[in-house]
């Protein structure tokens, strides 16, 4: 189980459950303040686009080719998982204590996936808990995380042993003393490709779940009979999904529903087209077994991040390789996208691997600028508060769990509650637009109070550790 512990002020452990501590600068005295910050920015970015994007569908998750701002949220707490990795499993003595370590923490990401994402948790909207088994959804993000997590932690573990121990001049050093963790990456992409090309769709049926929908009980037949395609209803992702997971224990409300072959009111959610094609209906698994795999790449780049940061002292050394690595991500990632192979988050394509990877190399380079050189750590403290605790506010804000428990004390009516009041009251009426009332009311009554609760844990030395 999680606990909450009261510690020391100056002993902080990881928030997104990876590591027992945050990264430190190589004199082991001080935290590197950016990966706090880093982790608090991704996990707010998480809360924006969870709670603002229905009503600013930009910001949303695409509805299935590009690249919208929800869409690097996933990517970048795998990159800040994988940077973490190598700063924390340095301070394991001993093979069988650290193998110990990772399949316990393993085992809670789980646990708390399944509760939080497995559909037991009805919050923020629904005043109720339980999940039928039959129904239960086996992935989400802390799933996909712990999965992550233990593939390359054990591939770190066990491949210490076969690297030189020292790093030698040269722009290539890095890439040279972990070349083996790079074999563990191009071993994964080949499968990766192999099954998401080479994996022939059948046609399938399915049987509509959603009990508010006009065709609840209806068996729909989506026609597929093809290999290789990447499209929404025939692409290798859903196919093993379906066979592996079964249909029911997959998520019900994929982004396709807000793509323009579907709802007439694309990009936002709406009702269905008369002429929709049947897999509109259909259930998707964007983090998945085989999204999954592909996945992985983007905590072994994110572990490339923290061998620089563990053996290169300098800064402008530091800098040169994150800042060349994240342009050249980026560059090959859009050649790919709009040569080969198109940006998709729920196939996880590696179009999207290059192009996310390459934006959280750039955007984790701009903030340790800022803030371990230049030493701007003020104007970033609620980043940061949130980065020291951010397995508390992704529970409690981006899974809606404080905002169900308010909820729960209303007055002659469910929808009259403290949350719903003040959302219309003090920024949808003040504002007199639904949709900039409740980006407001995101930033600041969610991002902004939960950095201060943080803010104040801190000064406790109160932390949520995994």
Not at 13 to 39: E, G, Y
Not at 75 to 101: D, H, S, T, Y
Request: aromatic letters at 14%.
């Amino acid at each position: 189980m999680a606990e909450i512990k009261a510690e020391p002020a100056q002993r902080h452990t990881l928030a997104i459950p990876m590591a027992d501590d945050s990264a430190q600068k190589p004199n082991k005295t001080q935290r590197v303040a950016s990966l706090d910050i880093f982790r608090g920015l991704t996990v707010a970015l998480m809360i924006l686009v969870d709670d603002a994007g229905g009503e600013w569908p930009v910001i949303g998750h695409a509805p299935w080719h590009g690249c919208n701002l929800a869409d690097f949220v996933m990517p970048f707490f795998l990159f800040i998982v994988g940077m973490a990795i190598p700063l924390a499993l340095k301070r394991i003595p001993g093979k069988g204590k650290a193998i110990q370590k990772v399949g316990f923490r393993t085992l809670k990401l789980l646990f708390w996936g399944l509760l939080l994402q497995g559909g037991y948790s009805h919050a923020p909207d629904k005043l109720t808990y339980g999940v039928d088994m039959k129904m239960i959804r086996f992935c989400g993000i802390l799933q996909r995380i712990a999965f992550a997590y233990l593939v390359v932690a054990l591939a770190e573990i066990f491949l210490k042993d076969a690297q030189p121990k020292d790093v030698s001049a040269g722009h290539f050093s890095v890439f040279r003393l972990y070349c083996w963790h790079w074999l563990v990456g191009a071993c994964i992409l080949i499968m990766y490709l192999a099954l998401l090309y080479g994996t022939y769709v059948p046609d399938w049926q399915f049987t509509v779940q959603n009990k508010d929908s006009a065709d609840y009980g209806k068996v729909f037949t989506v026609a597929c009979n093809v290999r290789g395609k990447l499209d929404p209803p025939c692409n290798a992702v859903g196919y093993i999904d379906r066979e592996v997971l079964g249909i029911n224990h997959m998520y019900q409300r994929p982004a396709w529903r807000r793509s323009r072959a579907c709802t007439v009111n694309s990009p936002y959610e709406g009702p269905f087209k008369d002429a929709a094609p049947s897999w509109c209906h259909a259930p998707f698994e964007p983090e998945g077994i085989l999204s999954s795999i592909s996945a992985v790449l983007s905590t072994i780049i994110g572990v490339h991040f923290g061998h620089v940061l563990v053996h290169l002292k300098g800064h402008s050394e530091r800098l040169r390789q994150w800042i060349m690595m994240g342009i050249a991500l980026l560059i090959l990632g859009i050649v790919l996208h709009f040569t080969a192979i198109p940006l998709n988050k729920q196939l996880y394509t590696f179009s999207y691997v290059c192009v996310t990877s390459g934006a959280a190399a750039l955007v984790f380079s701009a903030i340790y600028i800022l803030v371990d050189i230049w030493d701007l750590k003020l104007v970033f403290l609620p980043l940061k508060w949130i980065g020291m605790n951010a397995m508390l506010v992704y529970v409690m804000a981006a899974e809606g769990i404080f905002a169900g428990f308010i909820n729960g004390w209303y007055y002659q009516d469910p929808h009259n509650t403290l949350v719903y009041w003040i959302q219309k009251h003090i920024f949808i009426g003040v504002w007199h637009s639904r949709r900039v009332g409740i980006l407001l009311y995101v930033i600041f009554a969610e991002i902004l109070f939960w950095a201060i609760i943080a803010g104040i844990l801190h000064r406790s030395g109160i932390y949520w550790k995994l």
